[in-house]
DNA sequence: TAATCTTACTATAACGTTTTCGTAAATAAA
DNA sequence: TTTATTTACGAAAACGTTATAGTAAGATTA
């Protein structure tokens, strides 16, 4: 349990703090054979400035947030990958906090934020999120700010997110294009980014075909799976039930298989099914699941290094940005084949 | 960018620093008015005391590192969500490395923590730890430290697994009473921790049925998916190949079923196939998947409530002690049904 | 009334860094 | 030789807390 610090080290060969402290930083104020000795001594008593004094010094941290409602969860878990990789790279550090999707977590988790531990936040806003005044507060106090996929326009900062208007868009034309003539939307809440924007896609294109929108069919499912389970069942029994089914996020995808194992309703045969996913056994569920992949690793990767750029170079606020990257439509057989004609 | 301090409180209201301090702590030496005055006053700015001066003076920085493999895995993520959802409760705060299961990496990221950021340490390690030099060495700085998982039995610490000699008996006896003959056993690394004893309970049940373990039966796979593809191809092109697989992880279950696509062998008619997973949609597969079921969440809160419990009560270290969460076995398609008769 | 004890504060040192400023010695320029 | 410059270092303040020790004023006791 041998603590070390500069005193010690300085102390050890006989100069002082401030010439130790320089040595390691290779400052030009130092003789070579002075840093050498400071060099050789910390490396073998293993002694790692503490990151604390120095970040209480310096007025800097090298640490971010990252929010996020769930870490559970495909996208998630590759984007924070994807995040802590570049982190790891340009060695800042990661703290993570989970919302699970509540309000008032995210809320209370921006305000202990305001302290100073970090420098900067990587964050995906909660369904409920439905003002931004804690985000304000957050970047008031000067911290960065970069948000990834469940973004808030009102904020003025970089959004990094998929082309989600377009690969709504995509899915409602591939289903369609397969046959589907009633297509249901599952929608995960109205007030989050990502959601009205794929359903912006969907209603355009359904209006592309001048297929009719029936209201009936663009289903409200809370973050609540049990609740999920019975609107999408509700949706799935109604007498005149859609042969097609977009679903915004995975989840409500495998929701929606289970209603139909136990409604005996076969996929694609009497129901076409599309999610945004990023499983990655898409393939190998029974049938194989058509997805909208979203590079969820590169997103973290693209947000994190914004934000680290602009804290290298100490920038006071982030210029207002959309970066766009690109999803993939991978067709399989749950969106695929014959329907069947009653 | 207004960033309050004690000093701006102190001034504001007309009293010292440390009276802010003590009154914020709701010291006893600090009248009732003079609390409610300070208390109103940080309220209304926001305040929140800077976390790296208060750990600098205090010693203790409440702030632990979970250092683990891989995240895009739904052990690990869901394990790092009970350890997040204890912390915080606990306040403490959570910062994440992740060694994509190299051991260069788990040592760098360990030397780096030896600077006093954190407290505490929950950690599994990778398949190529293979000593534990570095792991010592962030202990004997003081710096408490709980395995979960895949863990190193010879550093003296609490350690939370699940039972994994009983379940992978139980997987085994399971395939045995479903007919299976010739039993494979997919291994990730036999320097893992987790891995031995899955394949001792294996043993174990072959042993129990008075089946003799032919070695080629027993595959390693690496961490390098390609590679696991071509061996287990291997495995079941074999001329005398197995009908029943027990894979020891969750990713080396779903490359088998690929290759089994490829190969056209049907499960579980050809090929009785189990495997540890903590997979949500198992049942959704085709077919659907047989699964022990590891406690996930519930390792990770439990791991994270010991780290804090000495943390808070200062102790020096955590004496040995093996903490063993049940998992269950859950049966379902692709390890049950007939075996087909050649 | 004097001595003692409370109450409610304040001053100050300390935590471990970084950085500014100062300076002696060595070197270079005049 | 004198003056100016460079080199290599050290002293000390500062970052924002917390905790120890000290102390006036008021309350209590003898």
Redesign the pocket.
């Known amino acids: 349990m041998t603590?070390?610090?500069?005193?010690i080290l300085?102390h050890e060969l006989?100069?002082?703090?401030?010439?130790?402290?320089?040595?390691?930083?290779d400052?030009?104020?130092?003789?070579?054979?002075?840093?050498d000795k400071v060099r050789s001594l910390a490396r073998k008593l293993n002694?790692?400035?503490?990151p604390?004094?120095?970040s209480?010094?310096?007025?800097q941290t090298r640490t971010i947030a990252v929010i996020v409602p769930e870490i559970a969860n495909n996208f998630f878990a590759l984007a924070i990958n994807g995040i802590e990789s570049i982190a790891q790279e340009k060695g800042y550090h990661v703290l993570i906090y989970l919302t699970h999707d509540s309000y008032e977590k995210e809320k209370s988790i921006c305000e202990h934020l305001q302290?100073?531990r970090i420098d900067g936040v990587l964050m995906s806003v909660t369904t409920e999120t439905q003002e931004y005044e804690h985000i304000a507060k957050l970047m008031d106090k000067g911290i960065l700010l970069v948000f990834f996929d469940r973004v808030r326009h009102e904020i003025e900062t970089a959004k990094v997110t998929t082309d989600d208007f377009v690969s709504g868009l995509s899915a409602t034309e591939h289903l369609i294009q397969n046959g589907a003539k009633r297509i249901a939307y599952l929608s995960l809440s109205p007030n989050l980014s990502i959601d009205y924007k794929r359903k912006a896609g969907y209603l355009e294109g359904l209006h592309k075909y001048n297929i009719s929108q029936a209201p009936e069919l663009i289903v409200e499912c809370t973050n609540n799976d049990e609740e999920a389970y019975q609107r999408i069942k509700a949706l799935l029994t109604s007498p005149h039930r859609p042969d097609g089914v977009f679903a915004s996020v995975e989840k409500l995808a495998t929701i929606a298989y289970a209603v139909c194992q136990e409604l005996s309703l076969q996929i694609p045969q009497d129901v076409k099914l599309i999610c945004f996913s990023n499983l990655k056994i898409a393939a190998l569920l029974s049938p194989s699941l058509s997805t909208i992949t979203q590079p969820a690793f590169e997103i973290g990767k693209e947000a994190a290094s914004i934000l680290f750029q602009h804290l290298d170079r100490k920038r006071a606020s982030i210029p207002n940005e959309n970066i766009v990257l690109k999803s993939i439509l991978v067709p399989r057989a749950s969106s695929q084949g014959e329907t069947l004609m009653i």
């Not at 603590?3 to 005193?7: A, E, P, R, T, V």
């Not at 002694?47 to 503490?50: A, H, V």
């Not at 209480?56 to 007025?59: D, G, N, S, T, W």
């Open positions: 603590k070390i610090n500069l005193k300085a006989g100069v002082s703090v401030s010439t130790v402290s320089k040595a390691l930083q400052s030009y104020e130092i003789s070579q054979e002075t840093k002694f790692q400035p503490n604390y004094a120095s209480l010094r310096r007025h302290s100073g």
